[in-house]
């Protein structure tokens, strides 16, 4: 019962969409201060490649080392992402192109290879991994077993990350002000709030949960590195924001549901159906379309609609 | 001392050009930081790249070949961003550029090469164009943000592009050869669909004078028409454009239209110039990303149609002498660390242009004026 189809597509579109949960609630925290950052592709991958470098170096224990690995993968993605801050927010540029620039600077053919290659990580076997781990023995449990318990500690890291940001946003004043600065920076300032803190604070968080979805990849899901690890989740992730309306519940749903997009040719292919994997590939890309479609058009603005000063530069003397 | 940032009422032209200018010494610099920080000489990095971009014998043939698809998505970003339109789907429309292309070359085997050159170029422009409609439209009658559609549609013609030559048995597909057998390819195109090249010492691609052409063309539609001028009034005051009657929609298809017609010019001399295949291998056409370096060739060029073909050749040479000098002296990784750094300051250079950096003594009233800041306002 637990190899059936259901619960193996499942059960991997958890494993996924994992870094897509991570990465997808950074950039809603981004762009709930109303700042678009396309950059998340790179900041995966400098995540990626500088977490897998610290599990080579650091030594030590495996659980601490892993720890203190996500940990770097954050620094990292924080860093990248700071460049972008000082671009868009005080120097007040283009975000959709600093966002891609940054995809550049930082992506497959730019930083994250050029450390992968200067710190000699490529086909050197991991040290260490997240192992599925089982703490209540419950992993043959039917149905519900591979689902819930056979998974990495990531994962649950993950569930309490989407709890923890659901509440910041709905339920503490901080979350509050970003959402004033995301839908209104002018109304925001006026209140006292500063802007900018509020959306430096914002992007580099993202940043650094990008940086640890990139680590999901190079720790636990394919434990090495390779240029262009991360192979497009960076988008999906953004795709993701979109379609889960800017809010981290939804957020959750949405990453399970395209990561098993992103699995199912594999898992039906282990299984000798054939059916055109890029149709699978291709869906969460058109399902973000068609929700984009119903976010813009008139009927659902007001309860669905994306944050009103998103992707627009704050200006205080130009109000 | 305060640093205040005034916006100009006149922008100065020399200043047009000492920014850009300025960014590059600004960029070269930080990277030769970076390359002293991991340990290589920025000198003798500078003056191998230098070499093998322009001066090593055959390094200038090789950077024409590297700079004709940028010239054509740099042209199409720089045609959509100056209407504050943000099509990046050029990737996408490049894509659906080479499947137009190939299709009208292998459909017309048999005919004369000038036939087929222009059927590719027209097929080429049409699929792209036709490409690009659907977030034009999208964003002409739904107001749907263009800039996700047209990125989200980039993955969509990728993986359309896998289908047709790796999981279906279609028009493009080569199913007889033997190498097919092996490895999923296209069908290669009949000999007179290839474009013709000029020149000896340098030669010089028919794609590259197509693209000067095309950047020459839009350049004139911009600003010597009434078509040019209408985009320029949306793209500063959309509401003044309302007010006077100009009909936004149809202009916002038409730019669309071109916009994706430009990046499926490149996508057709992909093909007529040196693929003579339709290429769905994710490390061939794919792995470029011309369409995403398109929008920085037009960031860089300030969306100008000459200064376009100017930065495509400059990084056309940089990606060039990349690929030649790859090895352990020369990172991977480190063309993209530079172009990404050559953007950044470029784009932070833009605030000299539109605004002007004072310096004055903090004064009293100012400081009184200033808003609690997010910590004292959090500890209330």
């Given at each position: 019962m637990n190899n059936s189809i259901l619960v193996v597509i499942v059960a991997s579109g958890i494993a996924y969409g994992t870094p897509l949960l991570f990465a997808a609630l950074g950039e809603l925290l981004a762009e709930r201060s109303g700042v678009l950052n396309l950059g998340v592709e790179g900041m995966m991958l400098v995540g990626a490649v500088m977490g897998f470098w610290a599990v080579q170096t650091i030594g030590g224990p495996g659980r601490t080392t892993l720890v203190l690995a996500v940990l770097v993968a954050a620094i990292a993605g924080a860093l990248v992402a700071l460049i972008f801050a000082f671009l868009v927010i005080?120097?007040?540029?283009?975000q959709i192109v600093s966002g891609l620039a940054l995809t550049i600077f930082a992506g497959a053919a730019g930083l994250s290879s050029y450390l992968g290659n200067d710190l000699g990580l490529a086909d050197s076997p991991a040290e260490h991994q997240f192992e599925p781990v089982d703490p209540f023995g419950l992993a043959d449990v039917p149905v519900l077993g591979p689902i819930?318990?056979?998974?990495?500690w990531l994962i649950y890291v993950s569930w309490v990350l989407v709890v923890v940001i659901s509440l910041y946003l709905n339920r503490t004043r901080p979350g509050l002000n970003v959402r004033a600065v995301g839908e209104s920076p002018q109304t925001a300032d006026a209140m006292g709030i500063s802007v900018s803190a509020y959306r430096y604070a914002h992007v580099l968080a993202g940043g650094a949960l990008a940086g640890v979805g990139g680590a999901c990849f190079s720790l636990a899901l394919t434990p090495q590195w390779v240029?262009?690890?991360?192979?497009?989740a960076g988008w999906i992730a953004i795709a993701l924001v979109i379609f889960s309306f800017w809010r981290p519940e939804l957020c959750l749903v949405g990453a399970y549901f395209f990561g098993a997009f992103q699995a199912l040719p594999f898992t039906l292919q282990a299984r000798g159906v054939t059916i055109a994997p890029e149709l699978f590939q291709a869906l969460p890309y058109l399902m973000t379309i068609v929700v984009l479609v119903i976010v813009s058009s008139g009927i659902s603005k007001r309860r669905?609609?994306?944050?009103?000063?998103?992707?627009v530069p704050f200006v205080r003397e130009e109000r | 001392m305060t640093v205040r940032i005034e916006r100009r009422l006149t922008q100065p032209h020399w200043l047009k050009v000492a920014v850009p200018a300025g960014s590059l010494v600004v960029a070269f610099f930080l990277i030769a930081i970076v390359l002293l920080a991991t340990g290589h000489d920025p000198a003798a990095t500078y003056r191998d790249l230098f070499e093998a971009a322009f001066?090593?014998?055959?390094a200038l043939t090789q950077t024409l070949i590297g700079a004709t698809p940028l010239i054509f998505t740099g042209l199409a970003a720089a045609a959509a961003f100056r209407m504050n339109l943000f099509n990046i789907g050029g990737e996408g429309q490049l894509y659906f550029g080479t499947i137009g292309a190939s299709a009208a070359g292998l459909l017309l085997a048999g005919h004369s090469a000038p036939v087929l050159i222009v059927a590719m170029i027209v097929a080429g422009f049409a699929s792209g164009a036709a490409w690009a409609l659907i977030p034009g439209f999208l964003r002409a009658y739904l107001s749907t943000n263009e800039i996700i559609t047209s990125l989200m549609l980039n993955y969509v013609a990728g993986l359309f592009l896998t289908y047709l030559i790796f999981d279906s048995h279609s028009y493009w597909r080569d199913t007889t050869s033997a190498s097919a057998a092996v490895f999923p390819i296209g069908k290669v195109l009949p000999d007179a669909a290839n474009w013709p090249t000029f020149g000896s010492s340098v030669v010089i691609p028919f794609g590259f004078l197509l693209g000067v052409v095309a950047a020459t063309l839009l350049w004139v539609l911009y600003s010597r028409t009434r078509f040019g001028f209408e985009v320029q009034v949306m793209s500063d005051s959309p509401r003044a454009a309302r007010y006077s009657g100009m009909r936004t929609r149809r202009k916002i298809l038409a730019v669309m239209a071109l916009s994706g017609g430009l990046a499926g010019l490149g996508g057709a001399s992909q093909v007529g110039d040196f693929l003579h295949t339709l290429d769905a291998d994710p490390?061939?056409?794919?792995?470029?990303g011309y369409g995403y370096t398109g929008i920085v060739v037009a960031a860089l060029a300030r969306y100008n149609p000459f200064a376009v073909v100017l930065i495509a050749f400059l990084l056309g040479g940089l990606q060039n002498a990349g690929a030649a000098l790859q090895g352990p002296d020369f990172p991977s990784g480190l063309v993209g660390v530079m172009e990404g750094m050559i953007l950044f300051t470029a784009l932070g250079g833009e605030l000299l242009v539109r605004y002007r950096v004072r310096f004055a003594r903090r004064r009293p009233v100012v400081a009184a004026a200033e808003p609690k800041t997010p910590a004292s306002e959090a500890a209330r």
């Open positions: 005080t120097l007040r540029a283009n819930l318990f056979g998974q990495t240029d262009g690890l991360t192979g497009g669905l609609g994306a944050p009103g000063a998103l992707g | 001066t090593a014998p055959g490390k061939g056409l794919r792995a470029y």
